[in-house]
């Protein structure tokens, strides 16, 4: 059984930055993806960010040059360091790990419960 659990999210005003944390427990393979993935009152879940196990980073358009995803594999966290909020920012956060069991060939995909972002003044 895989457990990911958030942290970090609150109010911030416009420009601000917060950073979130997600650590993951359990059984997990080397091979994985963990990501943060955002959704907005009405709106669709969404990808964020995401990372390998080997570091390589992949982020929305609408957040480039303004999000930072990193990872600390020794301690199975992941984070999102977030600056220059902008309103538009605004939804519950929620962090993803997706697990590749090489042996059977197959991905397991977990979600945490979620951490509201609220940017306003």
């Known amino acids: 059984q895989v457990q990911v659990v958030e942290s970090g999210g609150g109010l911030v005003q416009p420009g601000g930055s917060l950073r979130l944390s997600c650590e993951v427990s359990?059984?997990?393979?080397?091979?994985?993806?963990m990501g943060w993935f955002r959704q907005a009152p009405g709106k669709e879940r969404e990808l964020t960010a995401t990372?390998?196990?080997?570091?390589?980073?992949n982020y929305a358009d609408s957040v480039k040059g303004r999000f930072i995803i990193s990872r600390d594999n020794a301690k199975n966290t992941v984070y999102l360091q977030m600056n220059s909020l902008k309103p538009e920012d605004t939804a519950v956060y929620y962090c993803n790990i997706k697990i590749h069991q090489v042996a059977i060939m197959r991905w397991d995909n977990y979600w945490g419960q979620g951490t509201q972002v609220t940017v306003s003044r």
């Open positions: 359990g059984t997990i393979f080397s091979n994985n993806v």
């Open positions: 990372i390998t196990s080997g570091g390589s980073t």
